[in-house]
């Protein structure tokens, strides 16, 4: 079985500032990570994906993330937000045998202050 | 392009009645698309897997006779809630795969709210 766990239920943080949302995951097969925004009322939207290559992955509005398999991890950075980066976030495995499958963490709440 | 969309956005209903939502994929044929759902401040949960042309995949503790999903086409699944309660009121989601399954592209939700 998988599970995915994001270290922080709210990440609050002024703008300008950088910010890390933490999320580990384990797992006994091959798993591609996802990070997924969703702002209120909305459907998510895909930030960044790892599946295979490079473990520094740069996806959209300036986020990036690590993939380190010996500590499980796969952390979600930006060097500066924006007030308009206030949202939830969600860390996602999913497993390379099961059909497209996605498991979410928890959701990360980052609150961007002026 | 990769667009996802679902109708209605928002519907209340009256308990004991029956609700359908749609989840269509816009400008790409989808084989498998999947159907959660989202309580208030919490993560979504996997409520089932459907491919075109055969029934659908409940995960554990999902009532198959109550979250009836049909994937008639590549384009189009529905969830119907049957007799709906209030605790099946909820922010439901649907999320649709081109043939490369590891990647998902989201709807923006129904909110369904039973009186």
């Known amino acids: 079985a998988q599970s995915v766990t994001q270290l922080d239920s709210q990440v609050p943080v002024f703008e300008e500032a950088p910010v890390e949302l933490r999320c580990n995951y384990s797992s006994s097969v091959s798993v591609y990570l996802f990070w997924y925004v969703q702002y209120p009322n909305q459907g998510l939207q895909l930030l960044l994906k790892?599946?295979?290559?490079?473990?520094l992955v740069k996806g959209i509005n300036g986020f990036e993330a690590e993939f380190n398999k010996s500590q499980t991890s796969f952390h979600l950075r930006k060097p500066s937000v924006h007030i308009s980066d206030t949202a939830e976030y969600f860390c996602?495995?999913?497993?390379?045998?099961?059909?497209?499958?996605?498991?979410f963490g928890q959701g990360t709440e980052l609150s961007v202050k002026p | 392009g990769a667009v996802v969309s679902q109708h209605p956005s928002w519907v209340i209903c009256k308990s004991g009645t029956s609700v359908k939502i749609e989840c269509r994929s816009l400008?790409?044929?989808?084989?498998?698309m999947f159907w959660y759902r989202q309580f208030p401040k919490q993560s979504l949960m996997l409520m089932a897997t459907?491919?075109?042309?055969?029934?659908?995949?409940?995960e554990q503790g999902v009532e198959k006779d109550k979250f009836l999903i049909n994937h008639a086409s590549l384009t189009l699944s529905t969830l119907t809630v049957t007799s709906a309660h209030p605790e099946d009121s909820s922010f439901y989601i649907c999320?649709?795969?081109?043939?490369?399954?590891?990647?998902?592209?989201f709807g923006p939700g129904t909110r369904l709210t039973v009186t």
């Open positions: 459907s491919n075109e042309g055969s029934k659908a995949t409940y």
């Open positions: 996602a495995v999913s497993p390379g045998n099961q059909g497209g499958k996605l498991i």
């Open positions: 999320s649709a795969s081109p043939t490369a399954l590891y990647e998902q592209y």
């Open positions: 400008d790409f044929q989808a084989t498998t």
């Open positions: 790892y599946l295979s290559g490079s473990t």
